[in-house]
């Protein structure tokens, strides 16, 4: 709700010959840049510090008062201090009421008080209009012109004239406002600094036990299990050759669980008959993930082909190419050229660079600025047309890595199958399921179903 008292509030704009005052209650890093910054864009900047006389390092041009006496100079005070030190302000109450506050503090921990900053300090001044932005912006990100940071700055408060004066300044400093509507938002809002990565731990917790995971399957296979059987140390196989096959397991698991989600997402509306329905909550989150969970995969992808290009200069792959050529010159035999393992081998290699192709252009089209630069139909038919095309490529490449060995008893150990072959059971199902999902007669029903049909529909 908004405050009754905003016509007591000076809301006029100071004239275009004359500067717009700003106070600055603090003199720490934050309040300095931030004063810096409004000093280039041509505010009138007067710091408040409870010792003005030994205030250093503040920018040429600011005035520096006590509190009492900066807070006469101008109607919008910016509060750079933390929580802890808000207690100055109950001995400026008077001198405070009418006045806008902006609060542009954070804490240490995610709902570290009952309530947020700005609450309480509307509690502690209810004469003042406090107004909740600045805080998503850092110091460094000022001094270097937000050039290398985000731009967005969140803003919110119960005074829609504060708020919008305060906007007016973000805007002025060259940042983008984001109205966030009343105080109650201001939780949120400090919250959403402290917060690392979280649409990303989903993903890379999950790419953390397939690699966990199937490193220790190869090492079973390939380390141990040699050495059982044969006395074989195979140890050095762990270094490049287990991770090679990590990487691209890993990636092609990844970009199958991308699109898995709205694979089951159509499958439940199908089921349920209607699109009004809300999905699961693990299915949310997942779809909500879908984004991270393609960048994680394409760098796994990246790092497959890095472990690639190395094999050549590998000294056991030297090792066992001279000895095949001494071998050959020795016993005066060559190996025939078999045409049709020459089509699986350029057929391995053009299906993998061809879907690591359309890998890199699925992210690359997943970045803001490229994302922003197309319209919704054709964002849409590059990651869900595009983004399928490449899954089958990626698929189509493992399943010709395998060639004919793909159902031979030989290569199992321990009666465990190549790690591929596991890899290959998401993708393949998944594509099963898609091509089950475009035939025209469920394709037709499932697109009712988003336009708004329901099967049984139900009128209050």
């Not at 805007?171 to 406002?177: C, D, Y």
């Not at 490049?240 to 991308?258: F, H, W, Y």
Request: aromatic letters at 12%; hydrophobic letters at 45%.
């Amino acid at each position: 709700m908004e405050k009754t008292s905003t016509d007591t509030l000076p809301l006029t704009m100071i004239s275009s010959g004359k500067q717009e005052t700003i106070c600055i209650f603090g003199t720490g890093d934050f309040g300095r840049s931030l004063g810096l910054k409004m000093l280039q864009c041509g505010y009138s900047i007067v710091f408040g510090s409870r010792n003005p006389g030994m205030s250093g390092l503040l920018p040429s041009g600011a005035e520096v008062l006590s509190y009492s006496e900066a807070a006469q100079k101008s109607d919008i005070i910016i509060l750079t201090v933390h929580r802890e030190h808000y207690d100055f302000l109950t001995h400026l109450t008077e001198g405070l009421n009418g006045k806008i506050m902006v609060d542009v503090s954070n804490n240490l921990k995610i709902n570290q008080y009952p309530e947020s900053n700005a609450e309480y300090l509307d509690q502690l001044l209810p004469g003042a209009h406090v107004v909740k932005a600045f805080n998503t912006i850092s110091a460094w990100a000022l001094q270097s012109g937000a050039l290398d940071a985000s731009r967005q700055v969140f803003v919110c408060g119960n005074d829609s004239k504060a708020k919008q004066r305060v906007m007016d300044i973000v805007r002025t400093l060259g940042l983008t406002p984001l109205d966030k509507g009343s105080l109650l938002a201001a939780k949120e809002i400090e919250n959403y600094p402290l917060q690392l990565f979280p649409m990303w731990k989903f993903p890379f917790c999950l790419a953390a036990v397939l690699c966990v995971f199937f490193f220790f399957y190869g090492a079973v296979r390939d380390v141990i299990y040699p050495y059982v059987h044969e006395k074989k140390d195979s140890t050095f196989r762990l270094a490049v050759s287990i991770p090679n096959r990590v990487c691209p397991i890993t990636a092609l698991t990844l970009l199958a669980l991308v699109y898995l989600p709205g694979v089951i997402a159509a499958i439940l509306q199908l089921y349920r008959g209607t699109k009004y329905r809300r999905f699961p909550n693990w299915l949310d989150h997942w779809m909500l993930c879908r984004k991270q969970l393609g960048l994680v995969a394409l760098g796994f992808a990246c790092l497959h082909v890095l472990y690639t290009l190395v094999i050549p200069i590998r000294y056991y792959v030297r090792w066992t190419m001279n000895n095949r050529t001494i071998a050959q010159a020795t016993t005066k035999k060559e190996n025939p050229f078999i045409t049709s393992t020459a089509w699986l081998s350029d057929s391995y290699l053009a299906l993998g660079i061809l879907g690591f192709f359309l890998f890199v252009l699925l992210g690359i089209t997943s970045l803001p600025s490229v994302s922003n630069a197309v319209n919704w139909r054709e964002f849409r038919f590059v990651q869900s047309k595009l983004g399928f095309l490449t899954l089958i490529l990626c698929t189509a490449h493992t399943l010709v890595y395998g060639g004919r060995r793909f159902l031979s008893s030989s290569i199992l150990r321990w009666y465990l199958p190549p790690a591929y072959i596991i890899a290959l059971i998401i993708p393949c199902t998944l594509l099963v399921v898609k091509f089950i999902l475009i035939l025209p007669c469920i394709d037709k029903t499932l697109t009712r179903i988003r336009q708004g049909w329901e099967r049984n529909p139900k009128f209050l």
